[in-house]
């Protein structure tokens, strides 16, 4: 069994920044991608951004530039930097991530940008 357990979500202004972490505890064999998605009230979850164990990231064209993606390998932990946040990115925010060649996911972070 595998846990993905999220951190960092909260309230912030718009133009604030917040940071989320999610690490994956219990029986790992090994790590591959690992990413955040988040679902708006209304909307479908979307990928927003990814980073393979090589360290290749990809990022969903709404937050190019804003946010980064970064990884612990030894502490099988993932990072999302948020900065410049927009009302829009309000949403819960789910950790994902492929551990033993299955996906797994966390239960969620809500991130609130007030304006």
């Known amino acids: 069994q595998v846990q993905l357990v999220e951190s960092g979500g909260g309230l912030v202004q718009a133009g604030g920044s917040l940071r989320l972490s999610c690490t994956a505890s219990?029986?790992?064999?090994?790590?591959?991608?690992m990413g955040w998605s988040r679902q708006a009230p209304g909307k479908q979850r979307e990928l927003v951004a990814s980073?393979?164990?090589?360290?290749?990231?990809y990022y969903a064209d709404s937050v190019k530039g804003r946010f980064t993606i970064s990884r612990d390998n030894a502490k099988n932990t993932v990072f999302l930097q948020m900065n410049s946040l927009k009302p829009e990115d309000t949403a819960v925010y789910y950790c994902?991530?492929?551990?033993?060649?299955?996906?797994?996911w966390g239960q969620g972070t809500q991130v609130t940008v007030s304006s």
């Open positions: 994902n991530s492929d551990v033993n060649d299955y996906k797994w």
């Open positions: 980073i393979t164990d090589g360290g290749s990231t």
């Open positions: 219990g029986i790992i064999f090994k790590i591959n991608h």
